[in-house]
């Protein structure tokens, strides 16, 4: 669509708009604050779909822009780890021996590889390597152990796996259930013994031929797969979301364009990078337009502005909970000797927004909203606290996203009388979806390995009969000036520490190490905390449950963010009428031990649960207890 088109339809609208509306004075003055924003968002837009038109009439891939750079600029730093310059030279030599190493296996074109590694250089050019082969990389997460990692590791029927030397303990525990998968270590160092059963890597390409596979890479096309990217969500267990090249286009350079990044700016990136955040928006920037990235192994709050002092970072990423912590540093002489200009990401509480930005001096944030799934992207381009985006009031029929109105018990879209959805006035909560639309890329819905789990994602007849459109399965509300707010997750999803939690995974690990009692787990909202924490409650009339024993099985079995911080013990079945225990009621209690006569308990910094006492009860309110 060129600029023309957009400025046309623009205007239409607004004629309409005037003409139809009760209120001109008030929609001229809208009209008058929101237009400056609104054409520099649309001539954005318009930049970047006319790159990805660009792009995909002349049949590039992720792998072909990337070689191009390095061909233009081999000795441009693509990447900085731990003081090691990683150039783009390197990078396409390194990803060139894997592509050409794994192209001689038993795998045929399309196949998917599971990679679990700690955030480094090789890991992004391990699955950049595998693209360029014609192999699916399936980045799994590293916090996952145990069956939910074999479940994810069939979810894209890997037919082997990459790990990282320092996951050997994790891999041995499940190679019994996978049996079938090809296993390949990848070691820091030569002499790190290597899992029994398991191909050495790292010494298998040091002699391959590092020269670019050109054959392979023709026969790419934008609409390939390129990468599977692990959500949980709104039910059930991990889910391999579907990333083609496009998808992946799109959001990094969505981003890029919409936030006006240079090419000589250098992104601080501690991210882990098999998420959406740090391995796609963060690592495209390098991929795709050139620009430098600072990784780091994992992230650290003590060392973040240290890094970007050291690194001279004029930008960084991060998610809701990083900003939280970083104002919970003692304060230091690199908060405002940085020279980073923008912070971007999604997940910052407005709460908190103005006192981050004051102490460390950022000038623009800019928050983006967009599921990894999703066909539906927002963006904050001017700063408006609070904001995750914004759709200009003359773009509605250009960019056809929508908040539909639910049903607060069960989620499910209300629906007129002529069966369509139910559009929200500005000021009401509602779900947030995205007109499905496979010709244009921008509102195409690949979804995931599993095609009954996308079937779900999808609602029909929203606008009009027979049309689709993708359910994000998040409540957002929009103001009158076009601005987006997140507000809620809907169904069994709830987020805590930067991770998506699914509850149904959860109250299976809680039911099987309480001996199968009934439970239920929710996540509830923690004063001066991202997202929700998750707590379980627990029907155990006679007071039999073993804490002690539940602890130390939760922690066994579910990483960190999913294990429940709180626990309430049941006297009585709070049941509907269709024998479900009565979340949403539970919910609205919360932890809250001035209203609830159970017994609950509290998650410590040991590991075991404690009597949730007044005094602990307190300090979490207060926002003093370590979470």
Known sequence: MGLHEVVIAGLSVIVGAYLLTGNRRRFVYLLYK???????????????????????????????????????????????FEDKEWTYRKLEEYSNQLGRYFRKKSLSRGDSVGLIMESRPEYVGTWLGLSKAGFVGALLNTNLCGDVLVHSIKAANCKAVIFGS???EVIREIREKIPEVALYQWSDLSDTPCLEGAIDLKT???????????????????RDKLIYIYTSGTTGMPKAAVITNLRYMLMSCG????????????????????????????????????????????????KFWPDCVHYECTVAQYI??????????????????????????????????????????????????????????????????????????????????????????????????????????????????????????????????DTKASEQKILRDVFKKDDRAFNSGDILVMDEMGYFYFKDRTGDTFRWHGENVATSEVEGVVSNVIGLKDAVVYGVEVPGAEGKAGMAAIYDPDYSLNIKEMAEGVKKALPSYARPLFVRVLS???????????????????????????????????????????????TILEGKAKL
């Open 572 to 618: 009585e079945l709070p049941m509907t009428g269709t024998f479900k225990l009565k979340k949403k009621d539970l919910q609205r209690d919360g932890f809250n031990i001035n209203k609830i006569t159970d017994p609950v308990y509290f998650l410590d910094r040991s590991g075991e649960y404690v009597k949730l006492t007044e005094q602990i009860y307190n």
């Open 255 to 302: 981003v890029n364009s919409m936030l006006s990044l240079r090419s000589t700016d250098r992104i601080y990136n501690s991210l882990p990078l098999y998420h959406t955040a740090g391995g796609l928006i963060g690592v495209g920037q390098t991929l795709l337009k050139g620009i430098t990235v600072v990784l780091r192994r994992r992230f650290s709050a003590s």
């Open 166 to 168: 320092e996951f050997k």
């Open 320 to 449: 809701g909970e990083i900003c939280r912590y970083l104002l919970t540093v003692p304060p230091g002489p690199c908060d405002t000797t940085h020279k980073v200009r923008l912070m971007f990401g999604n997940g910052l509480r407005p709460q908190i927004w103005k006192p981050f930005i004051e102490r460390f001096g950022v000038k623009q944030v800019g928050e983006f909203y967009g599921a990894t799934e999703g066909n539906s992207n927002l963006v904050n381009i001017d700063n408006k606290i609070g904001a995750v985006g914004f759709v200009p009031l003359f773009a509605g029929s250009l960019y056809p996203v929508a908040l539909l109105r639910v049903d607060e018990e069960t989620g499910e879209p209300l629906r007129g009388p002529d069966g369509l959805c139910i559009r929200c006035k500005p000021g009401e909560s509602g779900i947030f979806v995205g007109k499905i639309n496979p010709k244009r890329v921008l509102n195409d819905f690949s979804g995931y390995a």
């Open 34 to 80: 929101t237009l400056p924003r609104d054409v520099l968002g649309a001539y954005r837009f318009v930049r970047v779909n006319v790159l990805l038109w660009w792009w995909e009439t002349r049949g590039f891939t992720v792998a072909k822009i990337f070689t191009r750079h390095a061909t233009t600029n081999p000795d441009k730093i693509a990447f900085i």
């Open 204 to 222: 298998e390409i040091t002699s391959i031929d590092p020269s670019p596979l050109v054959y392979d890479l023709a026969r790419g096309t934008p």
